[in-house]
């Protein structure tokens, strides 16, 4: 016969296998990172099921491994790189947030938080974004932090995130033909090792470019730069075009610019001014007396 403490005991375990069987798919990352491994190929394409983060370096090294024709979807981050990992290959994928998520998790497509050398090329990369509250909301597509070196993004697409579409602190990032759209901040350049050949800007809910300056030590050092061949700047609000702070360096040699008249091409934040910036702009760059921005003749892509 059964008494009634082994009878509250065996209904413990059926509460616990319940919540167990239920939480796989946000409790760990589908992905195990193995290094050199081949995820997805034109013949088996890979798509995940869900997780909390799909690939996290922190159970695995993944240096090396090549990320190709899979779909991949996550709640907090698709692929998270926190320690030293190298030569990490995306191409021909898509990476998507789930749904919102609570502000904390600073949820992101791409976290890059240390290591070197990663290349994402024909990918889109979509929807990081926060549940709605009264402070900054998070949400990144790309967050490359202070420790990771050398980041190329060829042939991408960024949208739908709540916070920054690229958002880098990285150092020897190389932007080429990356279309940023609907994102609140398209791009934010916290570092002075970033070069474009071709960028486009579409429709950012608050700012096209910025650049912001870190100089307290806490979180690296330096000021925000761009040095861009051609920038396409298309909006149907009057988002500014350009958002400096103190320090920063701009340099564009091509503008395609489609926004509405008023649309101020360069305003300032945090101790950025006139004096304190280095603003080099071509000629198809062209700005109003009263600082606003001029449309190019040029169809925008």
């Not at 998070?138 to 993004?153: K, M, R, S, Y």
């Not at 360096?249 to 934040?269: L, Q, S």
Request: glycine letters at 10%.
């Amino acid at each position: 016969m059964i008494d009634n403490k082994e009878l509250q005991q065996m209904a413990s375990k059926m509460i616990w296998s319940a919540i167990l069987i239920a939480s796989p798919a946000i409790a760990a990352s589908s992905v195990t990172p193995k290094p050199n491994a081949r995820i997805g190929s034109v013949q088996k394409p890979y798509i995940s099921a869900g997780s909390y983060r799909w690939l996290d370096d922190n159970k695995g090294d993944p240096s090396g491994t090549v990320i190709v024709n899979a779909t991949i979807s996550a709640n907090q981050r698709g692929v998270n790189l926190e320690r030293e990992s190298s030569n990490i290959t995306i191409r021909d994928s898509t990476i998507s947030g789930v749904k919102p998520q609570p502000n904390t998790l600073y949820p992101a497509g791409v976290y890059a938080e240390h290591g070197q050398s990663l290349l994402i090329e024909r990918t889109t990369i979509r929807d990081w974004t926060t549940v709605p509250n009264e402070k900054y909301r998070q949400g990144d597509c790309i967050d490359a932090e202070w420790g990771f070196v050398g980041l190329t993004l060829r042939d991408v697409v960024l949208s739908g995130c709540t916070d920054g579409g690229y958002d880098g602190k990285a150092r020897d990032v190389l932007l080429d033909r990356v279309k940023s759209t609907g994102n609140k901040k398209n791009y934010r350049f916290w570092y002075s090792m970033v070069s474009a050949t071709s960028i486009d800007s579409i429709n950012p809910s608050q700012i096209h470019i910025e650049t912001n300056t870190r100089t307290d030590g806490t979180h690296g050092m330096g000021a925000g730069s761009l040095t861009a061949k051609r920038v396409t700047f298309k909006s149907g609000g009057k988002q500014p075009l350009l958002s400096l702070g103190p320090n920063a360096f701009v340099k564009i040699d091509e503008c395609v610019i489609a926004v509405p008249a008023g649309t101020p091409f360069v305003r300032y934040h945090d101790g950025g001014s006139a004096s304190n910036v280095k603003l080099m702009l071509g000629k198809s760059c062209g700005r109003t007396a009263h600082g606003n921005a001029i449309n190019t003749h040029v169809n925008v892509r």
